[in-house]
T-cell receptor, first 110, second 114 residues
Framework: EDKVVQSPLSLVVHEGDTVTLNCSYEVTNFRSLLWYKQEKKAPTFLFMLTSSGIEKKSGRLSSILDKKELFSILNITATQTGDSAVYLCAVIHNTDKLIFGTGTRLQVFP | DGGITQSPKYLFRKEGQNVTLSCEQNLNHDAMYWYRQDPGQGLRLIYYSQIVNDFQKGDIAEGYSVSREKKESFPLTVTSAQKNPTAFYLC?????????????FGPGTRLTVL
């Protein structure tokens, strides 16, 4: 059965800390992995990763994919309270549908 | 402005009633999707449509119905057959479903069954 597993489920840190969120997957015919940030409403797109070993960066956020070990990480450096959200990982597989993980809830306190 | 709109933002219904959630996009995207989100669970796919007048069941289609009469519209009906309809419903679209295009989400509709 195809699945996407995120860890940890929940994370509480102080401003300025660096966090690493994990996403592992087992899917048929993997195509791409996506990271989304979800605050109170709909998820907003962060990154799409298709190739292994190529880091994508956007400000304090970065992400990398390991297709051999079947996982991705999302790093956030110098966290701010505005980073508090649920971070969702999703994988596109051969049927072009997204399979989502349960998300990691990040809380950043001042 | 281009984007995806969902209405209403909040919806309350009594048990036994059908209710329809609206999803409209002006991005000229071919593919549209409906997801359900419950606490502690990832998004689960209800229905998706790759092209006008065609749609397929997702992982949890029972108790739901959709239509795709126009490219920009993909309404979802939650029928009385859906046993646990209270949830947050998200609509998404992508340029097409034959590539690895990103899905973009609407703001969501929170449905509560009283």
């Amino acid at each position: 059965e195809d699945k996407v597993v995120q860890s940890p489920l929940s994370l509480v840190v102080h401003e300025g800390d660096t966090v690493t969120l994990n996403c592992s997957y087992e899917v048929t015919n993997f195509r791409s992995l996506l990271w989304y940030k979800q605050e109170k409403k709909a998820p907003t797109f962060l990154f799409m990763l298709t190739s292994s070993g190529i880091e994508k960066k956007s400000g304090r956020l970065s992400s990398i994919l390991d297709k051999k070990e079947l996982f991705s990480i999302l790093n956030i450096t110098a966290t701010q309270t505005g980073d508090s959200a649920v971070y969702l990982c999703a994988v596109i597989h051969n049927t072009d549908k997204l399979i989502f993980g349960t998300g990691t809830r990040l809380q950043v306190f001042p | 402005d281009g984007g995806i709109t969902q209405s209403p933002k909040y919806l309350f219904r009594k048990e036994g009633q059908n209710v329809t959630l609206s999803c409209e996009q002006n991005l000229n995207h071919d593919a549209m999707y409906w997801y359900r989100q419950d606490p502690g669970q990832g998004l689960r796919l209800i229905y998706y449509s790759q092209i006008v007048n065609d749609f397929q069941k997702g992982d949890i289609a029972e108790g739901y119905s959709v239509s795709r009469e126009k490219k920009e519209s993909f309404p979802l009906t939650v029928t009385s057959a859906q046993k646990n309809p209270t949830a947050f419903y998200l609509c998404a679209s992508s340029k097409d479903s034959q590539s690895t295009d990103t899905q973009y989400f609407g703001p969501g509709t929170r449905l509560t069954v009283l």
